[in-house]
């Protein structure tokens, strides 16, 4: 079920049917054909076969850690004359109002900077230079699941940072739905442990592209046995997260940021047998789609919508280690087959009204740039003006053409998802509602 929290923070729901400890499953990609099914040997039909084989599955994996009876979970902090100690794996009231005590409140990245804001983030928060700890979750396996889940078999590696501590106490702590600033080019997601503090509320709840889920953590921490658990969700860094209200208790947690590994690399290790199995099917309907005489006769490119949003400020050097799930899929399948794939930026007039003088009011031509332009610096007037010579120019196959440029077609495999894949400056955040639709997309030439 649907579950979310009111404007105030407040949980609207008593139950969740839709996070399962550990749940990860495919999920509807939202590209069908409107329901129509088109012969499977028909163009349309090869095209959707493609759409159909990319896997996107739920954009975060959650679970539970059991803790060993003689198991202690260590966390030291404050000053160097005022030193405390509290085991996180069962820890005291006493302790755990020492620990809030100790804490700062919780600010949150708004154009690259801290902000506190107590109507939209309401909470206790320690940063790293402040305290220590010996858990490692990546002795626990958590980095392999992570991997395994959200990266889809990819081949890349990713890494762990511990980043801070956060208290959430008694009736009134929450966080608005937020999306966590990139911090760098390698930026992946976010890693989320929830201690077993006893607590009521706090929710928490990720959103994208329309689809919602939660997980309920505070009736996760000890099992039927009330033995202790730590509850963990790993999400990628473009999900939308929130935090509903605590209603009493404490709720503690740390946080890792989750980087992929530097792209680009001149020895990547060759791909696994079974990354190779896993793409066999989006690579056969690949090849049937290009084999078809029909697809492009004068030419063109087959487009794919990016399903996830990155912190890419130049695509030049981008790479299927900076890519996620699904869109990886695509990526590796153009790649085995000698295809050559590039990935753009559109600009189109439904978003940026100053390019109508030359598009017009269409909304299925786009001019293409390898790199995000900033518009906000004030050496443009107009964007037009950064496309007034030789621009690569699309259209939609099939639509009318251009009365001011030779616009190549494109085909599009998976749709554009056009508010929801931008490119953005390095360390802002991911969604930018003044920067338009900037589109992170994979063109295939064909």
């Known amino acids: 079920m649907?579950?979310?929290?009111?404007?105030?923070?407040?949980?609207?729901?008593?139950?969740?049917?839709?996070?399962?400890?550990?749940?990860?499953?495919?999920?509807?990609?939202?590209?069908?054909?409107?329901?129509?099914?088109?012969?499977?040997?028909?163009?349309?039909?090869?095209?959707?076969?493609?759409?159909?084989?990319?896997?996107?599955?739920?954009p975060y994996v959650h679970g539970t850690l059991p803790i060993g009876p003689n198991e202690e979970i260590k966390l030291y902090y404050g000053e160097q004359d005022n030193a405390h100690c509290i085991d996180l794996a069962r820890p005291t009231e006493e302790r755990l109002n020492r620990l809030e005590e100790a804490c700062q409140p919780a600010t949150f990245g708004r154009n690259q900077k801290d902000v506190l804001d107590e109507t939209y983030r309401k909470a206790g928060k320690m940063d790293l230079s402040h305290f220590s700890t010996n858990f490692d979750p990546s002795h626990a396996g958590i980095l392999k699941l992570v991997q395994d889940e959200l990266l889809q078999k990819g081949n890349g590696k990713l890494t762990m940072e511990l980043y801070k501590l956060n208290v959430t106490v008694r009736k009134g702590s929450f966080f608005k739905p937020r999306k966590d600033t990139p911090r760098g080019d390698k930026s992946f997601g976010t890693l989320v442990m929830v201690f077993p503090a006893p607590h009521e509320g706090g929710r928490f709840v990720l959103s994208k592209a329309g689809d919602e889920w939660s997980v309920d953590a505070a009736s996760e921490i000890f099992d039927s046995d009330g033995a202790p658990r730590i509850v963990y969700i790993a999400f990628y860094g473009d999900v939308t997260h929130e935090v509903c209200e605590v209603t009493s208790g404490h709720r503690v947690t740390l946080t890792w940021n989750i980087y992929a590994d530097s792209p680009g690399l001149a020895d990547d290790p060759p791909i696994p047998r079974d990354m190779l199995d896993y793409d066999a099917v989006p690579k056969e309907a690949l090849a049937a789609l290009l084999a078809d005489e029909r697809l492009l006769p004068e030419g063109g490119y087959l487009a794919f919508g990016l399903r996830y949003d990155y912190p890419l400020s130049d695509l030049h050097y981008a790479?299927?280690?900076?890519?996620?799930?699904?869109?990886?899929?695509?990526?590796?399948?153009?790649?085995?087959?000698?295809?050559?794939?590039?990935?753009?930026?559109?600009?189109?007039?439904?978003?940026?009204?100053?390019?109508?003088?030359?598009?017009?009011?269409?909304?299925?031509?786009?001019?293409?740039?390898?790199?995000?332009?900033?518009?906000?610096?004030?050496?443009?007037?107009?964007?037009?003006?950064?496309?007034?010579?030789?621009?690569?120019?699309?259209?939609?196959?099939?639509?009318?053409?251009?009365?001011?440029?030779?616009?190549?077609?494109?085909?599009?495999?998976?749709?554009?998802?056009?508010?929801?894949?931008?490119?953005?400056?390095?360390?802002?955040?991911?969604?930018?509602?003044?920067?338009?639709?900037?589109?992170l997309q994979i063109y295939t030439l064909y």
């Open 319 to 439: 790479s299927t280690r900076h890519l996620k799930g699904g869109d990886a899929m695509i990526m590796r399948a153009c790649e085995a087959l000698g295809v050559e794939v590039s990935m753009r930026v559109l600009y189109g007039a439904a978003s940026h009204s100053d390019l109508r003088d030359v598009l017009g009011a269409r909304s299925d031509a786009y001019f293409m740039s390898s790199s995000r332009i900033n518009t906000k610096s004030g050496q443009l007037d107009h964007l037009s003006e950064h496309f007034g010579y030789g621009p690569d120019v699309i259209r939609d196959a099939g639509s009318e053409p251009l009365k001011e440029y030779e616009a190549d077609e494109a085909i599009w495999v998976t749709p554009s998802y056009t508010f929801l894949n931008r490119v953005e400056d390095t360390f802002s955040a991911y969604f930018d509602p003044s920067e338009g639709s900037h589109l």
């Open 2 to 58: 649907s579950t979310s929290c009111g404007s105030d923070g407040t949980d609207r729901s008593a139950s969740d049917d839709d996070a399962k400890s550990g749940s990860v499953s495919p999920t509807d990609d939202g590209a069908s054909d409107s329901g129509f099914v088109h012969p499977s040997d028909s163009l349309q039909g090869k095209i959707a076969t493609l759409r159909s084989s990319i896997i996107y599955r739920i």
